[in-house]
């Protein structure tokens, strides 16, 4: 027998719903990559150059500047997109209100205090599930994220992933657990 129940999800939804420096994805992947290849390189400059620059007048200064920009790169690297995504849900109060999402055939209608929205299967590019969101993206710059752990049982996530494979084929990335 099919499962035709639709699936209502209250989200309230947090920054580490969105993005975590510490999660396992390829953007972080990448940032802590270059982070560490940055590191090595400049690591490999004061190695080798550090007797140089010190025979210049303020030579320790140039060291110093050098230092605050490796800071500067680091944080800029792995630090400020997690502050940047802190402060949007500060700023935003919209953010920050709970949501119903109601999950079905026909697609996902969702209702806060501010909005009530239908969007049908079609307008989502892609839906991407990680160990604790799906996330449904509407654009390459915008998503619908659901936290799994809004879910009221395991049922209600496998009810999702099927909706996702049923009515958008070829466009998910769904785990199998």
């Known amino acids: 027998m099919q499962d035709t129940r639709d699936v209502v999800v209250d989200v ?14 390829r953007r972080n992947v990448i940032r802590w990559v270059a982070s560490i290849v940055i590191c090595l390189i400049v690591y490999d400059l004061y190695r ?8 210049f007048d303020g030579g320790g ?6 230092a605050l920009l490796l800071a500067f790169v680091l ?4 630090l400020f997109p997690y502050l940047r995504m802190r402060a ?5 109060q919209i953010l ?4 119903r999402h109601t999950i079905g055939d026909a697609g996902i209608a969702t209702k806060s205090d501010d909005t009530t929205t239908e969007s049908k299967w079609s307008a989502f590019d892609n839906v991407i599930e990680t160990p604790k969101v799906f996330a449904f993206a509407l654009s390459p710059f915008q998503a619908m994220y659901i936290p799994k752990r809004c ?9 999702v992933r099927d909706l996702v494979r049923a009515n958008l084929p070829g466009k998910s990335k769904l785990r199998n657990d």
């Open 96 to 99: 920050t209100k709970t949501r």
């Open 88 to 92: 949007l849900f500060r700023k935003s």
């Open 75 to 78: 944080c800029g690297l792995l």
């Open 61 to 66: 200064s140039i060291l110093a500047i050098m």
């Open 12 to 25: 309230d939804l947090k920054p580490h719903d969105v993005y975590t420096p510490f999660s396992w994805s």
């Open 151 to 159: 879910f009221a049982s395991t049922d209600d996530i496998a009810r």
């Open 48 to 55: 080798n150059s550090r007797e140089t620059i010190l025979s």
